[in-house]
């Protein structure tokens, strides 16, 4: 059974960077999924979609992370990642990866997604 599993630091200071990975596993690789996105959940708030990433290496973000977020792929170890410099304490949230065979822009629908993550907690203290 597919698998998708996020790993990351947990606590990141603000001002610095987060680095998330999100880790593919079971009988299908990540090729039979066109789409690996990014999703989170901060406290008290719904989920925002960040971005996304194809397996052709084409990336589309949020427009409110854009200019601070990046997402890469890294087929030979069936995992993606993500980096969000300069974190600040509204940055705390879980963090999710999700994959789908289609494009879906700012969805944060689980339904629209072939598999969704556990989610890994990410913490930026003030």
């Known amino acids: 059974q597919v698998q998708l599993q996020e790993s990351g630091p947990g606590l990141v200071k603000p001002s610095q960077t987060l680095f998330l990975a999100c880790t593919v596993s079971?009988?299908?690789?990540?090729?039979?999924?066109?789409?690996w996105a990014w999703i989170r959940q901060p406290q008290g708030k719904g989920l925002e979609w960040m971005g996304v990433?194809?397996?052709?290496?084409?990336?589309y973000y949020s427009p409110s992370l854009k200019s601070r977020t990046s997402i890469a792929r890294h087929t030979s170890k069936n995992q993606f990642t993500r980096q969000l410099p300069t974190v600040t304490p509204e940055d705390t949230a879980v963090y999710y990866c999700?994959?789908?065979?289609?494009?879906?822009?700012?969805?944060?629908?689980?339904?629209?997604?072939?598999?969704w993550g556990q989610g890994t907690q990410v913490t930026v203290p003030s």
């Open positions: 079971g009988a299908s690789g990540p090729t039979a999924f066109h789409y």
């Open positions: 999700a994959a789908s065979m289609k494009l879906h822009l700012g969805a944060t629908n689980k339904n629209l997604y072939g598999y």
């Open positions: 990433i194809s397996y052709t290496g084409s990336t």
